[in-house]
């Protein structure tokens, strides 16, 4: 039994259940015992793997992307290059070493990386120490400085906390965490109904609400529309909001109950890119995408790259640059080039970016966010 646990079972038994927000901010935030406070989750030996971890050309694509878009806002001398949940570091490393290729891009770029675990932070240190001068640590979006930026999000979005509804004799109630007659975390409703909610469900349908993801977008998007640049953000998700369970976690690459070990397995829950998306567009920047990642890498150039590196590899290493194309750019339900989605969040006056163009129309709206 996790001393997180403990913790968690003696808030409720105080205060009474809990969100399944505020469960998740625990589990993964806690100061002593959250998830990202205590450990390297990411590689083979950890509990997921990440498209940066899957290959170099990942991240290649990504600084590639990063100093066109700067080049596309006027290289402006002084340029905030900003990654959101850097996990070890590995995407900036290879986005730096790829943007080299655009002369004045390092030199205009001031990395700041928003990192809440110290664990983490160590990793990244290491990973880019070498690559960039100096960086800048951050514990949350809103203490990044003023100025033009560019920002990468790469499964970011599906590690903040979610609130979750559930429709029960035609009204939703809110799901809470709260402890069974043998003192183990379970799910159950709300007494009272959550009359600010009106969409029309079947019963038993669950609604996320993602007010974190919602605020921290606002909060970018208002600063790309007065400041200039872009967010890129790429994760797991849907393009249209919907109704579902997605709350999952993961311990040693496989699945496992989300209230069992709190703060030693991962939670996350699927992104509702159109939420997000509203969230921008009501703080006036523009859309771009989403598209699935798939489209986007390929767009890019993926697979040209990929066949670069293949003619100058030993066999060896060609079957394993092309097994991580491959997974790259797997389809079907649960591969990466499918599941995953990416979209852009830009100032209104940038036009189509890479990856976009051709691809999608920018999408621009005015007024409250629904």
């Given amino acids: 039994m996790s001393q997180l646990r403990n913790e968690i079972a003696a808030i409720i038994a105080a205060e009474g259940p809990i969100s399944v927000e505020r469960f998740m901010a625990l589990a993964l935030g806690h100061p002593r015992y959250g998830y990202y406070m205590t450990r390297d989750p990411f590689g083979r030996a950890g509990d997921f793997i990440t498209a940066p971890e899957v290959s170099q050309m990942f991240g290649e694509l990504i600084g590639l992307w990063a100093a066109s878009v700067w080049q596309t806002m006027g290289a402006p001398e002084r340029l905030i290059l ?3 949940g850097p996990g070890r570091g590995t995407l900036m490393a290879d986005l730096l070493r790829a943007g080299r290729v655009m002369p004045g891009f390092i030199e205009a770029a001031e990395v700041h990386l928003v990192e809440t675990s110290p664990v983490l932070r160590a990793a990244q240190k290491a990973s880019l120490a070498g690559r960039v001068a100096t960086a800048h640590w951050h514990d949350r979006v809103e203490d990044l400085p003023p100025g033009p930026a560019v920002i990468v999000a790469n499964e970011f979005f599906d590690a903040l906390p979610v609130r979750q509804f559930v429709r029960q004799g035609g009204v939703w109630r809110e799901r809470l965490v709260g402890l069974d007659a043998e003192g183990r975390l379970v799910f159950g409703l709300a007494a009272e109904p959550e009359p600010r909610l009106t969409q029309q469900a079947r019963e038993g349908a669950v609604l996320e609400v993602p007010l974190v993801g919602h605020g921290i977008m606002r909060t970018l998007a208002q600063r790309l529309v007065s400041d200039g640049g872009a967010l890129l953000a790429i994760d797991y998700g849907h393009v249209a909001t ?12 496989k699945p496992v109950d989300p209230l069992a070990e709190p703060g030693e397995a991962d939670l996350t829950a699927h992104v509702d890119f159109a939420a997000l998306g509203r969230a921008a567009l009501a703080a006036g920047a523009v859309l771009q995408g989403p598209v699935t990642q798939r489209v986007f890498l390929e767009a890019l150039g993926l697979g040209v790259r990929a066949e670069r590196l293949q003619r100058s590899a030993t066999p060896e290493q060609a079957r394993a640059i092309a097994g991580q194309y491959q997974r790259l750019v797997e389809g079907g339900r649960t591969g990466m080039g499918e599941l995953f989605k990416v979209m852009a969040v830009t ?8 990856g976009f163009d051709r691809l999608t129309t920018p999408a621009r709206a005015s007024g409250e966010e629904p």
């Fill in 347 to 354: 100032h209104p006056d940038l036009p189509m970016l890479p």
């Fill in 82 to 84: 900003v990654e959101l």
């Fill in 242 to 253: 919907g109704t579902g369970d997605t709350l999952q976690a993961m311990k040693n690459h």
